[in-house]
C-alpha cells in the first residue's frame, strides 16, 4: 500500500466567530485530482491558504507523506506549487523576467525552458512584452505558465480557470490528468463543471459546523 | 502537449534550492522594477532637495546660522524621506500576489528579507548618501563635515531602512498604514538620528567622533541580524490574517 502523500485529520478553522468547516478529514493519493466544492464564502480558499503555509488558523493535522507540515515544512514547500487567485505576476516586468524570479526561487526547479512554458501557455511572442500590456487573461496564463516549469508534486490550484478562454481550459485539464498520472495531486477550486475522469469531488458544506 | 516526458517522482525528490540563488533572484527582480519605476525612485531626493532649499528662505539665509542648523537639518530630512518611502516596501509584493508565492517558497524568508530591504537602501538610502555634500553646501556646513556626514548617513540609512522593514511588514495587510509605520518605527529611528547627527556636530567642533561611529555601526550589526527576522516573522503574521 502506497503512502497517501496528503493527510487531513480532523482539521476545523474559525473565521471571525464562525465556524467555516470542521471535523474535515480527507486523504489525498498520488494520481489524484481533488476539487473542492461549496458556495461562496464557504471556506474553499481559507482551506487552500491553510494548505499552502500561509494560514495557520486552524486545529487539527496535516501530514505530508506521514510526518506533520509543521515540523517538515521546507521539504512539504519544496513539493508544493500553489497559484492563488492573485496571479503573483509584476506588471512591471515582463513574463520572462516574472518566471526568471521564479525559477530563482526554486533553484533546480525547471523541467522546461521559459520560453517553452510561456510557448504551451499560449505567450509565444509576448516574451518581453511588459505584463502591464497584457489582458486580465493573458496575466493568469504567465502565472499558470508556472505549472510547466515545476516539479513539484503537489499543485494547489485557487480557480485557475478565471479568465481562461474554452481551448486553455481544455490544455489545462489535460496538464492536470498527465500530472496525476505521472504521481502527482492536485487541490484545486472551481465553479466551472471539469471535463476529467477521476476527479473527486469534496463538498466544503458537508463539514459546515453546527449553525451557532 | 507533452514536450516534457513523463516523471517518476518517486524516484527523485528535487534538491531544496540554495539560498544564494534565492537572495540574488529576489535582488534582480527587485532591482529591475525599481528600474522600471524610476520616477518615483526620485521621490525621497526631489523631498530632501526641495526641504533642505526652504531651510535658507525659511530660516535665515546667514552662513554662521544655517552652518549649525545643517548636520541636524540634514540628517532629520534623511530620515524622514526614508520613512515616506518605507509604505511600498512589501505594499506592492503584498497586492499583486508574489508575497505569497514568497512565503511559501522553500526558501528562509530572512534572506528573502534582507534582499528587499539591500534594494530599498540602494534605491533610497544610497542616493541620499551621496547627495548630501551637495546639501551641505547648499547649507553652508563647515569643510570638516563634509566626510562624516557622508559616513555616518552611509551607516545610519542602512540602519533606517533596516528597522522601517519591521514597520512595513507588520502594517502591510492595513489598507491605511502609512501613519502607523510613522508611530512604530519613530521611536527606534530616534538613537540613529542622535548619534549620526552629534558625529558630524562633533567632527566640526573638532572633536574625535570615533565613538558614535562605532554605535552607529554597532546599530548597524544588531539591525543586520535582528531586523530580518523580525520582519520576516511580522510578513508571517500580515498575510495570516
Request: net charge neutral; hydrophobic share 50%.
Amino acid at each position: 500500500m502506497e503512502q497517501p502523500l496528503l493527510e487531513l485529520t480532523d482539521l476545523r478553522c474559525e473565521r471571525d466567530e464562525r465556524v467555516l468547516f470542521e471535523h474535515l478529514s480527507l486523504t489525498v493519493n498520488a494520481g489524484d485530482v481533488v476539487q473542492i466544492e461549496g458556495p461562496n464564502g464557504s471556506g474553499k480558499t481559507s482551506l487552500l491558504r491553510i494548505l499552502s503555509t500561509t494560514s495557520a488558523d486552524y486545529t487539527g493535522e496535516i501530514l505530508w507523506q506521514g510526518a506533520p507540515v509543521k515540523s517538515n515544512r521546507v521539504d512539504y514547500l519544496n513539493q508544493l506549487l500553489f497559484v492563488g487567485h492573485l496571479p503573483g505576476v509584476k506588471k512591471a516586468l515582463t513574463p520572462r523576467e516574472n518566471l526568471n524570479w521564479f525559477c530563482g526561487l526554486n533553484q533546480g526547479h525547471q523541467r522546461t525552458s521559459i520560453e517553452n512554458a510561456l510557448d504551451e501557455v499560449g505567450l509565444f511572442g509576448f516574451e518581453d512584452v511588459p505584463c502591464h500590456h497584457l489582458s486580465a487573461g493573458q496575466l493568469r496564463r504567465v502565472a499558470l505558465a508556472r505549472l510547466f516549469l515545476t516539479p513539484a508534486r503537489v499543485w494547489i490550484l485557487d480557480e485557475p480557470f478565471t479568465a481562461i478562454d474554452k481551448q486553455g481550459v481544455k490544455n489545462l485539464e489535460r496538464l492536470m490528468a498527465e500530472h496525476a498520472a505521472g504521481g502527482g495531486c492536485v487541490l484545486l477550486t472551481t465553479h466551472q463543471d471539469m471535463n476529467l475522469q477521476r476527479v473527486r469531488k469534496v463538498q466544503l458544506q458537508d463539514y459546515r459546523g453546527a449553525l451557532q | 502537449m507533452t514536450v516534457f516526458e513523463q516523471q517518476q517522482f518517486a524516484t527523485a525528490a528535487p534538491q531544496v534550492p540554495g539560498v544564494g540563488a534565492g537572495f540574488m533572484a529576489t535582488l534582480r527582480r527587485d532591482l529591475l522594477v525599481a528600474f522600471r519605476h524610476r520616477g518615483e525612485m526620485a521621490n525621497p531626493i526631489m523631498f530632501l532637495l526641495m526641504v533642505i532649499t526652504m531651510v535658507p528662505l525659511g530660516i535665515s539665509p546667514e552662513s554662521a546660522v544655517l552652518a549649525t542648523l545643517a548636520p541636524g537639518m540634514i540628517w532629520v530630512v534623511a530620515l524622514l524621506a526614508t520613512l515616506l518611502s518605507l509604505d511600498g516596501l512589501f505594499r506592492s509584493d503584498y497586492e499583486d500576489g508574489s508575497l505569497e508565492q514568497l512565503l511559501m517558497s522553500p526558501q528562509p524568508l530572512f534572506f528573502q528579507v534582507l534582499a528587499k530591504v539591500l534594494v530599498h537602501w540602494l534605491v533610497t538610502g544610497l542616493p541620499l548618501t551621496l547627495m548630501s555634500p551637495l546639501m551641505g553646501v547648499m547649507l553652508s556646513l563647515p569643510a570638516a563635515g563634509y566626510w562624516p556626514l557622508m559616513g555616518s548617513l552611509l551607516l545610519g540609512t542602512a540602519s533606517l531602512s533596516l528597522i522601517g522593514a519591521i514597520g512595513a511588514a507588520l502594517t502591510v495587510a492595513l489598507r491605511k498604514g502609512g501613519l502607523l509605520i510613522s508611530l512604530i518605527i519613530m521611536p527606534l529611528y530616534v538613537p540613529v538620528l542622535i548619534f549620526g547627527s552629534s558625529a558630524v556636530g562633533s567632527a566640526i567642533d573638532g572633536f574625535p567622533m570615533g565613538g558614535q561611529m562605532a554605535i552607529l555601526g554597532a546599530f548597524l550589526a544588531l539591525a543586520v541580524i535582528l531586523a530580518p527576522l523580525a520582519a520576516a516573522g511580522a510578513l508571517r503574521i500580515s498575510v495570516n490574517g
